[in-house]
T-cell receptor, first 110, second 114 residues
Framework: QQPVQSPQAVILREGEDAVINCSSSKALYSVHWYRQKHGEAPVFLMILLKGGEQKGHEKISASFNEKKQQSSLYLTASQLSYSGTYFCGTAQTGANNLFFGTGTRLTVIP | ETGVTQSPTHLIKTRGQQVTLRCSSQSGHNTVSWYQQALGQGPQFIFQYYREEENGRGNFPPRFSGLQFPNYSSELNVNALELDDSALYLC?????????????FGPGTRLTVT
């Protein structure tokens, strides 16, 4: 039930854009996105719910395709602070736990 | 608003020993979920406590057990430690056990089993 993330790693220059994808083989109720820097706790970015509701930071955008069980995180005009590993966590209807992907390592260089 | 805290930060134990990890939830949160994160992997769900009751469990053996207290802080206990238990243990608190609520993670406890 672990979601699959792509790409596994990406390197960007400051100001460039990136898209990180998360897909599941199961019907999903919610998708949660986190960023984790080395040696630190995962930081909540956004949650997307079946039906279209979204909660998260204003500067982060994401989409959730309920038919395809896919979510994408859009990082625009990247900054050095965006570097880290991005995880998606997925949950099915009626579940109370998240399954996390293996992460996407994002590196932003000057 | 106080965030999620965990103690200790680091711990070294010997195979076969027992360990207790602690987590204080964020103010206003009644749910704590525990995760194990191996190096280079995503967090893996151990179990969740909601209002002092276990509210779901992942694929972990019974030697992983937990508690939640009336103030919603929580403990994770691991008995008969094995080398593969070496990992970062994260707790996350949320307003509810439902997955429609965001979870906020603590800084983690790094456990090394030798």
């Amino acid at each position: 039930q672990q979601p699959v993330q792509s790409p596994q790693a990406v390197i960007l220059r400051e100001g460039e854009d990136a898209v990180i994808n998360c897909s599941s083989s199961k019907a999903l109720y919610s998708v949660h996105w986190y960023r984790q820097k080395h040696g630190e706790a995962p930081v909540f970015l956004m949650i997307l719910l079946k039906g279209g509701e979204q909660k998260g930071h204003e500067k982060i955008s994401a989409s959730f395709n309920e038919k395809k069980q896919q979510s994408s995180l859009y990082l625009t005009a990247s900054q050095l602070s965006y570097s880290g590993t991005y995880f998606c966590g997925t949950a099915q209807t009626g579940a109370n736990n998240l399954f996390f992907g293996t992460g996407t390592r994002l590196t932003v260089i000057p | 608003e106080t965030g999620v805290t965990q103690s200790p930060t680091h711990l070294i134990k010997t195979r076969g020993q027992q360990v207790t990890l602690r987590c204080s939830s964020q103010s206003g949160h009644n749910t704590v979920s525990w995760y194990q994160q191996a190096l280079g992997q995503g967090p893996q769900f151990i179990f969740q406590y909601y209002r002092e009751e276990e509210n779901g469990r992942g694929n972990f053996p019974p030697r992983f057990s937990g508690l939640q207290f009336p103030n919603y802080s929580s403990e994770l206990n691991v008995n008969a430690l094995e080398l593969d238990d070496s990992a970062l243990y994260l707790c996350a608190s949320s307003r509810s056990g439902r997955v429609s609520y965001e979870q906020y993670f603590g800084p983690g406890t790094r456990l090394t089993v030798t």
